[in-house]
């Protein structure tokens, strides 16, 4: 096999990610033996985490020299969902096994209202930039960092106000959910500012781990529980903001969100779009997203992974994900794979 630089893998997603290449497939192959557990991200465990994600770039660094796929390797600086929310001061459950997650700290449009936006270097995102800083220290510029999770503005909206009350909100006190989230989105569009200054705007999205040149990437769950109306009187705003702001976004959406579909199309310099669904919704996602996006969905195809390419709509660009048990069958998935997307 000749030689794949990381160089020449940054290309390939620049020119999927922006369309400036013609429709073709990226390929990662998930394998990464002996690596430690991953540290919890607890205020406690920076060194943990950024010592894991130090190891892990090097492994990735070393699996490039042998393994021909689309990795990029990168800096994994992994959150949880709850940071912005628990920079808003709501309080985080942390259990011993599991990611902490945010607990709700407003239950009603009055305390919605008396909430503030509060500083990029508050806590807990004052310890980003923290491990962030040690991470470029050690590795460079050149290495990408990922972003960290980043939820929509209404999702980081719903993690802040209880549900019990935010929902009946949406209809009683629209104007209180609004004023609450251009909150977040003002503390968001200043977290990314000071973020793209200091890091750099080519970086690794926060899930799943594609390369952007620009824009940003965030998660849209809750779309999924409200209707196609309130998608587009409360979500597609700040998301439209946003993108204009940065030029252009990734979305990565679990949620049973087949009726924000045309939604999610009208955002402006929708990039790449991950869909977390059963098949057979991930098969119609293909065709209704293939003009323009670049799609890297949870599920790629069936049967071998070299045969998913030709399951494919013709004009769509596509993100294969797949998993090797060894070196051996990693090496074996690249060389099929690397014909099958047209590369020999």
Same mark, same amino acid.
């Given at each position: 096999? #000749?030689?794949?630089?990381? &160089?020449?893998?940054?290309? /390939?997603?620049?020119? =999927?990610?922006?369309?400036?290449?013609?429709?073709?497939?990226?390929?990662?192959?998930?394998?990464?033996?002996?690596?430690? +557990?991953?540290?919890?991200?607890?205020?406690?465990?920076?060194?943990? /985490?950024?010592?894991?994600?130090?190891?892990?770039?090097?492994?990735?660094?070393?699996?490039?020299?042998?393994?021909?796929?689309?990795?990029?390797?990168?800096?994994?600086?992994?959150?949880?969902?709850?940071?912005?929310?628990?920079?808003?001061? $709501?309080?985080?459950?942390?259990?011993?096994? +599991?990611?902490?997650?945010?607990?709700? @700290?407003?239950?009603?449009?009055?305390?919605?209202?008396?909430?503030? #936006?509060?500083?990029?270097?508050?806590?807990?995102?004052?310890?980003?930039?923290?491990?962030?800083?040690?991470?470029?220290?050690?590795?460079?510029?050149?290495?990408?960092?990922?972003?960290?999770?980043?939820?929509?503005?209404?999702?980081?909206?719903?993690?802040?106000?209880?549900?019990?009350?935010?929902?009946?909100?949406?209809?009683?006190?629209? +104007?209180?959910?609004?004023?609450?989230? #251009?909150?977040? *989105?003002?503390?968001?569009?200043?977290?990314?500012?000071? %973020?793209?200054?200091?890091?750099?705007?080519?970086?690794?999205?926060?899930?799943?781990?594609?390369?952007?040149?620009?824009?940003? *990437?965030?998660?849209?769950?809750?779309?999924?529980?409200?209707?196609?109306?309130?998608?587009?009187?409360?979500? =597609?705003?700040?998301?439209? #903001?946003?993108? =204009?702001?940065?030029?252009?976004?990734?979305?990565? @959406? $679990?949620?049973?969100?087949?009726?924000?579909?045309?939604?999610? /199309?009208?955002?402006?310099?929708?990039?790449?779009?991950?869909?977390?669904?059963?098949?057979?919704?991930?098969?119609?996602?293909?065709?209704?997203?293939?003009?323009?996006?670049?799609?890297?969905?949870? %599920? @790629?195809?069936?049967?071998?992974?070299? *045969? %998913?390419?030709?399951?494919?709509?013709?004009?769509?660009?596509?993100?294969?994900?797949?998993?090797?048990?060894?070196?051996?069958?990693?090496? &074996?998935?690249?060389?099929?794979?690397?014909?099958? @997307?047209?590369? &020999?």
């Amino acid at each position: 096999m #000749a030689a794949d630089t990381i &160089e020449a893998r940054k290309e /390939r997603w620049r020119g =999927q990610v922006l369309g400036t290449d013609p429709p073709a497939h990226l390929f990662m192959i998930v394998y990464d033996p002996g690596g430690p +557990e991953r540290p919890l991200p607890w205020p406690t465990r920076k060194a943990e /985490r950024v010592e894991w994600a130090w190891q892990l770039y090097l492994r990735q660094r070393e699996r490039a020299e042998w393994l021909r796929d689309d990795t990029v390797p990168f800096l994994n600086l992994y959150t949880g969902t709850e940071i912005f929310a628990e920079a808003f001061g $709501c309080p985080v459950h942390r259990p011993e096994n +599991e990611m902490p997650f945010a607990l709700p @700290c407003v239950s009603s449009a009055r305390e919605a209202d008396r909430l503030r #936006a509060p500083s990029v270097d508050a806590y807990p995102l004052g310890d980003l930039w923290e491990m962030a800083d040690e991470l470029r220290r050690r590795a460079g510029p050149e290495a990408p960092l990922r972003l960290p999770d980043l939820q929509s503005p209404m999702d980081i909206t719903a993690l802040i106000w209880d549900k019990n009350d935010l929902y009946r909100a949406l209809v009683e006190a629209p +104007e209180a959910v609004k004023a609450l989230s #251009a909150k977040v *989105t003002s503390l968001l569009s200043a977290f990314l500012d000071a %973020w793209f200054e200091r890091y750099g705007t080519e970086y690794i999205a926060h899930y799943p781990d594609y390369l952007m040149s620009g824009g940003f *990437t965030v998660s849209e769950d809750e779309a999924g529980a409200v209707s196609p109306g309130m998608f587009a009187e409360f979500f =597609q705003p700040h998301l439209e #903001a946003l993108s =204009q702001r940065y030029g252009g976004l990734g979305v990565h @959406c $679990c949620a049973h969100a087949r009726h924000q579909w045309e939604g999610f /199309r009208r955002l402006p310099n929708l990039r790449v779009l991950n869909l977390v669904q059963p098949p057979e919704i991930i098969r119609e996602a293909y065709g209704f997203f293939a003009d323009g996006i670049l799609q890297y969905h949870s %599920w @790629c195809g069936e049967g071998p992974p070299w *045969t %998913w390419p030709e399951q494919h709509p013709p004009r769509s660009r596509v993100v294969m994900e797949v998993a090797a048990g060894s070196r051996e069958e990693a090496m &074996e998935l690249s060389e099929r794979l690397w014909a099958a @997307c047209g590369r &020999e």
